[in-house]
């Protein structure tokens, strides 16, 4: 707990008793039924609107989420403890929302918003966004053209990510999925030293609140909490917290998105957050489906990531955007985007259940990681065969573009031989360089947690890769080549770089990269 | 009042009735009656009893009440215990003296004091009632006496609750200190 100077207490106590009301206003009220399971249900309440927030007596909140002939179903965002048949419940005649502002920066906060970092209250102006708020309609939205660079070398290569795109992540437990997205997070710290922050938000469902403070301790260390929110609902959280979790989220990355600026989500995981749905589901008694889930959680997912997008550039289409919330009205500006990474947990690698062929259906391409892969020492564990970005390639900066343009092709292709050379030995020429190029190439896009690299860098590494240029370096010696390669073109030939970065490939920069590789390999050479 | 599905169905069925035949003023008071009647815990608990076959509650209820009520009546409660929805009674009289104001437009109000009010007061919170709500014609006030509020009153009308108790305030400004911001919650 942060020391809490004397002064400060009685500050605050006065601030909140100035801004205590004593004047009663009418209430609209009802009478609990029935409570259990963390939900209730209530007669009376003839006014209450679905989504609605309500307020026991014991200061609770609930969502009402069903509406029916003789009664209202709530879901409480509490304990239930000390409500009971016949507790008051009030209206608060707003509908669920959470209030967002530029102080959210930095900060840990629930899914109502309310900080639980200990840090005190947000500080700055908040505005009220709804946590429900529908997708913008296809006017106000443009192509992905940006690219979002995660900082692997492997996905911005191969499977890039647009500024707007929805890229899924999925795989077993354990082989890395969080690690991605919070490298990721990381790697916009670039942008954020530039002056050109991509804002990022983490959202943790259902997790061990010893895997949210590693993750938070993570982007602490690395500087990347200046840019991201986390918004967390553990495991021990009530459901309804969990499921309503990464809508919270989403309506703080659109406050960012909708005044004109990137930003970026991650759900994790949306596994849990269906499993939390499918619960309270079942306890307000509506029909399950397929693996027990209500017949809704197509719905629940798609109208979630449907709300990350990129923005049209004019500030007056964006302005007219359909359901803005009156308080974001007058900063709308356009340009904005909302990438999301939402991750999926698999079960065995199973792809075909469920909730894993919804999501796949609704993002825009998937990162799939494999357990093998993993296994084997392949970090991260990404399989390049089936992972793809449905608009990606035309979020890549020109250079990348032409020099990893066959990496992808390639490498299958290495994928597919290497099972064959299993078998024999006499191999001709042509298979034995692509089994060579392959394997070096493997070695390159390994990479190691919490190191990402800059688009400069990777594409100087995969340049030597795809040419064959390391051809002489032994496999084992190949990170410690990339290193010193790298380490050697920072210091002599930055300019190069630089080139690369703006998205050129020139032939003096292919020059330079083929004589400098050369040299370097002459050292690792046996 | 917490009315449910069942209680509804059977209350609107002899209200139709009642209006009908023009019985309606004596159905109100015999079921009113019941109400008062079923405070009494053991005639509470013989509805309830799923012990006592229903031709012996049949019995029990023509020597409790026939002839002392409405013909209509008695059928009434007779149908119930022959659909085996006796132990629903309390539900059903509810249900039915809920509809039976909303039908006559009395409107019933419950007011919480710590002290006991005069008549005067009560007939300025009718006043303010009758003025709030359009299309009643009459209004009940139930005047609870609660020592726990401290002060002030509680005035509670259909869905609405206007808390003008102490106590009230107090718990308000108690709530507004329960959250602290500076304590970590993770």
């Known amino acids: ?526 | 009042m917490a009315v449910s599905k069942l209680g509804n169905r059977y209350a609107k069925s002899i209200m139709d009735l009642a209006i009908e035949q023009g019985t309606l003023e004596e159905v109100n008071k015999d079921i009113t009656q019941l109400k008062e009647d079923l405070s009494n815990r053991e005639l509470f608990l013989f509805f309830k009893s799923p012990i006592i076959t229903p031709s012996k509650k049949l019995s029990i209820l023509k020597n409790l009440f026939e002839g002392k009520v409405n013909k209509l009546t008695y059928s009434f409660y007779e149908i119930i215990v022959k659909k085996r929805r006796e132990g629903h009674i309390p539900e059903i009289v509810d249900a039915f003296i809920e509809q039976y104001n909303v039908h006559k437009k009395i409107s019933t109000a419950v007011v919480t004091t710590a002290v006991p009010i005069n008549d005067e007061l009560v007939a300025k919170i009718k006043g303010i009632i009758k003025k709030n709500k359009k299309d009643v014609s009459e209004v009940e006030i139930e005047s609870i006496i609660d020592e726990s509020i401290l002060g002030g009153f509680i005035l509670k009308y259909d869905d609405k609750l206007y808390d003008y108790s102490i106590a009230g305030k107090l718990t308000n400004l108690q709530k507004s200190f329960l959250v602290n911001k500076y304590i970590k919650e993770m």
């Open chain 1, 1 to 526: 707990m942060v020391e809490v100077r004397a002064e400060e207490i009685s500050a605050i106590l006065r601030e909140q008793l100035s801004n205590f009301k004593s004047a009663s206003e009418l209430e609209e009220v009802g009478t609990v039924l029935q409570v259990g399971d963390g939900i209730a249900r209530i007669y009376g309440l003839t006014n209450a609107q679905a989504g609605e927030l309500v307020e026991f007596e014991t200061g609770v909140r609930a969502i009402v989420l069903n509406l029916e002939e003789d009664n209202v179903g709530v879901v409480l965002m509490g304990s239930s403890k000390g409500i009971k048949e016949g507790s008051t419940v009030k209206r608060t005649n707003q509908i669920a929302s959470i209030p967002v502002g530029e102080g959210l920066v930095g900060r840990v906060v629930d899914t109502l918003g309310k900080p639980i970092d200990g840090k005190g209250p947000v500080t700055g102006k908040t505005y009220e966004l709804p946590l429900e708020r529908k997708a913008p309609g296809v006017i106000y939205r443009q192509p992905v053209t940006e690219p979002l660079q995660t900082g692997i070398k492997a996905i911005d290569a191969m499977i890039p990510i647009g500024r707007g795109q929805r890229e899924l992540i999925i795989g077993d437990r354990q082989i890395g999925k969080t690690a991605i997205a919070v490298d990721t997070i990381i790697n916009q710290k670039e942008f954020f030293d530039k002056g050109e922050p991509v804002y990022c938000i983490y959202v943790a469902v259902g997790q061990k609140s010893s895997t949210v403070a590693g993750v938070a301790k993570a982007f602490e260390d690395a500087g990347a909490m200046n840019y991201t929110v986390i918004v967390n609902a553990s495991a021990s959280d009530p459901a309804p917290m969990q499921f309503y979790a990464p809508f919270a989220g989403a309506a703080i990355g659109e406050f960012f998105r909708d005044t004109g600026r990137p930003a970026l989500i991650v759900y994790d995981d949306l596994s849990k957050q269906a499993v939390a749905y499918r619960e309270v589901s079942l306890l307000l008694k509506r029909p399950p489906g397929r693996e027990a889930y209500p017949g809704d959680v197509f719905y629940l997912h798609s109208r979630l990531l449907e709300r990350a997008a990129k923005i049209i550039e004019s500030d007056e289409i964006a302005a007219q955007m359909n359901d803005l919330p009156d308080a974001l009205k007058p900063m709308v500006k356009g340009g904005g985007s909302l990438t999301a990474l939402p991750i999926i947990e698999t079960q065995a690698s199973d792809v075909s259940a469920y909730i894993p062929t919804n999501v796949i259906s609704i993002t825009d391409g998937q990162i799939f990681l494999d357990a093998n892969l993993f296994n084997s020492g392949v970090r991260p564990a990404i399989d390049v065969g089936i992972s793809v970005s449905r608009v990606g390639g035309s979020a890549q900066i020109k250079s990348m573009k032409k020099v990893a343009g066959t990496l992808k092709l390639d490498q299958a292709q290495y994928r597919e031989l290497e099972a064959f050379s299993k078998f024999g030995s006499d191999l001709d020429a042509a298979t034995k360089y692509t089994l060579d190029k392959g394997a070096r190439n493997v070695e390159i896009l390994k990479q190691k947690q919490y190191s990402p690299y800059t688009v400069e860098d990777q594409i100087a590494i995969i340049y030597l890769g795809t040419q064959g240029l390391l051809r002489d370096v032994p496999l084992n010696k190949v990170k410690e080549f990339e290193g010193t390669f790298l380490t050697y073109m920072k210091e002599k030939h930055q300019n190069i770089l630089d080139t690369l970065k703006a998205g050129k490939l020139t032939d003096e920069v292919k020059d330079t990269l083929a004589k400098v590789g050369k040299e370097v390999a002459r050292q690792y050479t046996s």
